[in-house]
């Protein structure tokens, strides 16, 4: 509980603490005109009060990220907290702040335009690509899980409440939250589903003070726990916990917001301080996760054992951390914990695949110069990528989504990396945003290599691949730094 309690205090230091030294390193200017209203259209550049922009931008790279990503990742150990505290105060929330700010300046472009700006122009074109494919599998994966779920809860034959029904629904909303001004829907239902992700977490932080179980110490850190994977305690940890503490993802989606806020100001309040209350999250939904498991009178040794039990989907002998949300909200929070784990594990995931649509119909329109202020612009945008999310709903996903972890995570190095170019051309502090580049750079290369989706090699040769790496980007970076500053 010690562990649990310091973790907590230092996420929110770390906002008050390093939140505002990252943002005076960076500058903002509260006079500067943003471009919600140079650029003001009514359909995606919109001047929005800060609470709902943070509300939005919470839930935009939240989703189900910090659920199921620290339900999974806690198997590893109490490394996890540690995962979470540093990598969303010197990772993550950095990593978003940037993002975000950047775009502002750049008049609330999309992050592959932001990236290309600084890295080139063949960077942009990869990034490009890139995005847009990890959007439309979002938004593919975020229509099949909810609606295989909702098929789950409401049996009955027949096309009507089936797996296809719901995909059909939730593929409607998709379409309409892509095309409709971003105030007129999402701007109306986000804040309501972020206070309710947010009291899920509140009830559940009280569950952890006053319900049965034990919460390992950080004593126990640095020790993999997790009897359900072969990928050792690094790099496997930092792939499974992104959204809680680093994501890629998150870099696609701070530019929505970008174009809705409206004082630079508040970019640390909406960037960081939205990553921050992510980390907080991930952090309550790790801690109560394994409390919750060491209270079950299931088979195992340890809690980290019963937890791999509880959550053992009995007609696929996979892991499904839905059965633990469900079973966990339930146990709680009764009543109002069965509304809230249908908000988890159901609006949550939908939650993200809408804005991961909208935002691969802006990539579009930045990379085309295609302004969105019609409809028939949007439709001509939107429509190939609905069909090609639709085509990729009838494919399985277990192979291909254990590539997105790996690929997710790959995007911070190229986001942060831009950062990092930005801050050095500007005569800035380039270390707060150089430090987590290079460690994601281990991070990824070192997975690539471990993984069984990789290229499975032994953990040691893997190792001395990621150093190896980590060693030619600095080397590169330094002669380019030795080269700008002639």
């Not at 945008?381 to 999310?389: D, E, G, K, T, V």
Request: with cysteine; charged share 15%.
């Amino acid at each position: 509980m010690i562990t649990f309690i310091t973790s907590f205090l230092l996420l929110i230091l770390g906002y008050i603490i390093y939140g505002r030294i990252v943002e005076r390193n960076f500058r903002p200017d509260p006079d500067a005109k943003t471009p919600c209203y140079t650029l003001q259209d009514g359909v995606d550049y919109i001047p929005m009060p800060t609470w709902k922009v943070y509300l939005i931008q919470f839930l935009n790279i939240a989703g189900t990220g910090p659920i199921f990503g620290a339900i999974l990742g806690i198997l590893y150990g109490p490394a996890a907290y540690l995962w979470i505290v540093l990598g969303c105060i010197f990772g993550g929330a950095v990593h978003d702040y940037m993002c975000g700010m950047l775009s502002v300046r750049r008049g609330g472009v999309s992050i592959p335009e932001v990236v290309g700006d600084e890295l080139g122009t063949t960077t942009r074109h990869l990034m490009r690509l890139i995005t847009l494919i990890l959007m439309v599998l979002v938004g593919a994966v975020f229509a099949t899980t909810p609606a295989d779920l909702l098929d789950r809860m409401i049996a009955d034959d027949g096309f009507l409440w089936s797996k296809e029904f719901w995909i059909a629904i939730i593929f409607a909303y998709y379409f309409l939250a892509t095309m409709l001004p971003i105030d007129k829907l999402i701007g109306r239902i986000y804040p309501v589903f972020g206070v309710a992700l947010l009291a899920m977490a509140g009830g559940l932080a009280y569950g952890i003070f006053t319900c049965d179980g034990n919460i390992p110490e950080v004593t126990e850190a640095f020790q993999n726990h997790n009897p359900s994977s072969s990928i050792p305690l690094f790099p496997g940890l930092f792939i499974t916990i992104a959204c809680g503490a680093v994501s890629g993802f998150h870099s696609t989606q701070s530019p929505l917001m970008a174009r809705c806020i409206n004082n630079e100001k508040m970019g640390r309040r909406v960037f960081y301080g939205a990553m921050i209350t992510e980390g907080l999250v991930a952090l309550i939904w790790a801690a109560a996760t394994i409390k919750f498991a060491d209270s079950l009178g299931v088979e195992g040794d340890t809690p980290y054992d019963k937890l791999v039990a509880a959550m053992t989907n009995p007609e696929t002998g996979k892991l499904s951390p839905a059965i633990l949300v469900n079973a966990i909200c339930h146990s709680w929070l009764g009543t109002v914990g069965a509304v809230l784990a249908i908000l988890g594990v159901v609006a949550a995931p939908i939650t993200s695949g809408d804005t991961a649509f909208r935002s691969a119909r802006l990539i579009a329109a930045d990379f085309t110069k295609m302004k969105q202020d019609y409809t028939y612009k949007r439709l001509i945008l939107s429509l190939p990528i609905f069909a090609a999310a639709i085509v990729l709903v009838f494919i399985n996903f277990d192979t291909l989504w254990r590539y997105f972890g790996w690929v997710n995570q790959t995007l911070t190095v190229f986001t942060l990396l831009a950062a990092t170019v930005y801050l050095v051309r500007q005569h800035r502090t380039y270390w707060i945003t150089l430090v987590p580049c290079l460690f994601m750079t281990l991070v990824c290369a070192s997975y690539i290599c471990v993984a069984p989706e990789g290229f499975s090699l032994p953990h040691t040769i893997s190792y001395i691949i990621g150093v190896a790496a980590v060693l030619i980007a600095i080397i590169w970076f330094f002669l380019w730094k030795t080269k700008v500053n002639g």
